[in-house]
């Protein structure tokens, strides 16, 4: 099984080259955000808990998004492996899915970082703003507070991995299909 964690900031371009890396290697994509904004959408108790974190800039807490995530692997027993997008975003939750995952006889595979300088991500932000109408991405204070986010609490995450050996950092600039190649690349080598 191919289970693999794509790492990098707000902004990085982990949604769209996860669904290039789904569609070639036959993956699930669990994306944190995307279950949230459904969950918010809803109007769930989860998904009200949580938008109250995103409003802030902050993250949810690892309980709620560990058992979320959970679940979300359980409901495709078929799977060929997964892409974990914006998860975990701390050590704890690394551990809490390195366990669960050995629980279900599989493993993280690789953490690829996507590697983008913050005036890019800002940038991105701001256009992705524009284009997707996401308020979370319209405000300069709260894009910086994410990426301060990032900086401060999800980042250590990288050693986490890089202590497994199985950390590798991607350059993020350039064109969609430069980066998807790189990607590839990488989890060719695998």
Known sequence: MLNIVLFGPPGAGKGTQSERLIE???????????????NIKGETELGTLAKS?????????????IN???????????????IFDG??????????LDLFLKSIDTKISVMLALEVEE???R?????????????????????QNRINVY?????????????????VAVNGIGSIDEITQRLFEEINKL
């Open 24 to 38: 070639k290697y036959g993956l699930i994509h669990l994306s944190t955000g995307d279950v949230f904004r459904a």
């Open 87 to 96: 998860f975990p975003r701390t050590n704890a939750q690394a551990e809490a």
């Open 151 to 167: 900086n401060n609490e999800t980042a250590p995450v990288k050693t986490f991995y890089q202590n497994q050996g199985k950390f």
């Open 68 to 82: 979320m995530l959970r679940s979300e692997v359980l409901n495709h027993p078929e799977a060929k492996g997964f």
């Open 123 to 143: 940038e991105r932000l701001k256009k992705r703003a524009e284009v997707s109408g996401r308020v979370d991405d319209a405000n300069p204070e709260v894009i």
């Open 53 to 65: 974190f995103m409003d802030k800039g902050q993250l949810v807490p690892d309980e709620v998004t």
């Open 119 to 121: 005036v890019e991500l």
